[in-house]
């Protein structure tokens, strides 16, 4: 079992349409949470951090972490073209291997129809 | 944040040579990492670049195919030796711990490399 599963998509959304992207995880150790937007040729580029569990919001993205449920979710409001990427969840505490570093899912892709 | 460069930018290499690949960051940071990301796939971790000492490995890669050096805090690199096709990747340098700001527990990527060797 992947420490960290995400539904690869492909995720197809009309703009200004609520977009819901999610990731489960099976290690109850993990604390720090965060979503990567990764462009066609780019780097990651970390949008939300969150430690622990709760809500974020920044603008139009809000980051939820549910702990209990070991499941996290990124929601994005009013999308727009410009949001078609693919977004990857990652998450960070002492891993099944006893070492600390980031977990990455396989990550969504995300289509935003003009 | 963290702003990172990387160079060379892209390169297409021939069979049995190697490409050092370079990582300045802005700032200082205790992290550094480099991590391979193949067509379509997220992101494997490669190693853990430790200032002045032997890097840390991961499963499945060894220091005569990736040495890496880190003579300070804000520059490493990774060398990819007596490359193969299977070789060809993705290969994006990645910080954490800047020493200024309050993003020390966040961890930041650079625009990457991208390697193609025939």
């Known amino acids: 079992q992947k420490e960290v599963e995400q539904d690869p998509g492909p995720l197809s959304v009309p703009e200004g349409a609520i977009v819901s992207l999610n990731c489960t995880y099976s290690n109850s150790a993990f604390q720090y949470f965060m979503w990567y937007r990764q462009y066609s040729r780019k780097g990651p580029e970390l949008l939300m951090y969150t430690y622990s569990s709760g809500n974020k919001e920044d603008g139009r993205f809000t980051a939820q972490v549910d702990k209990s449920s070991k499941y996290i979710s990124l929601f994005i409001r009013d999308s727009q073209p410009s949001d078609s990427a693919t977004y990857l969840c990652?998450?960070?505490?002492?891993?099944?291997?006893?070492?600390?570093?980031?977990?990455f899912g396989s990550g969504t892709r995300l289509l935003v129809r003009p | 944040s963290a702003v990172i460069s990387q160079k060379p930018s892209r390169d297409i290499c021939q069979r049995g040579t190697s490409l050092t690949i370079q990582c300045q960051v802005d700032?200082?940071?205790?992290?550094m990492f480099w991590y391979r990301q193949q067509p379509g796939q997220s992101l494997t971790l490669i190693a853990t670049?430790?200032?002045?000492?032997?890097?840390?490995?991961e499963s499945g890669f060894v220091i005569d195919k990736f040495p890496i050096s880190r003579p300070n805090l804000t520059f490493s690199t990774l060398t990819v030796s007596n490359m193969s096709p299977e070789d060809s990747s993705i290969y994006l340098c990645?910080?954490?711990?800047?020493?200024?700001?309050?993003?020390?527990?966040?961890?930041?990527f650079g625009p990457g490399t991208r390697l193609t060797v025939l």
């Open positions: 700032s200082q940071v205790t992290m």
């Open positions: 990652a998450m960070k505490g002492k891993g099944m291997d006893s070492s600390y570093k980031l977990i």
């Open positions: 670049a430790n200032q002045g000492s032997e890097a840390t490995y």
């Open positions: 990645s910080v954490e711990g800047l020493l200024t700001g309050d993003t020390y527990n966040e961890q930041f």
